[in-house]
């Protein structure tokens, strides 16, 4: 399986400011991956998507696989400290 992500650049700055799993979830969806798709492309399982997507989870190894997937930096899917 193979997809490419190569339109997120433009979608990256629509990421809400909100929390960590809503981000995750926002940056999954521009691109038009399922949960299933994600967890294909970054090695996670799809429970363990569903956990950072529920707010249940910020392994920082596993938001990396994620940002690295998505082709966004970290920072996109981190929220802003204030």
Request: with cysteine; glycine share 8%.
């Amino acid at each position: 399986m193979s997809i490419s992500p190569s339109h997120i650049g433009e979608q990256a700055s629509l990421l809400p400011a909100g929390n960590i799993a809503d981000r995750v979830r926002a940056a999954r969806e521009a691109v038009g991956y399922s949960i299933e798709d994600l967890a294909v492309t970054c090695g996670l399982t799809s429970v363990e998507i569903n956990e950072i997507e529920s707010g249940g989870d910020h392994d920082p190894a596993k938001l990396k696989r994620i940002a690295g997937a998505l082709q966004v930096p970290i920072s996109e899917l981190l929220p802003a400290e204030v």
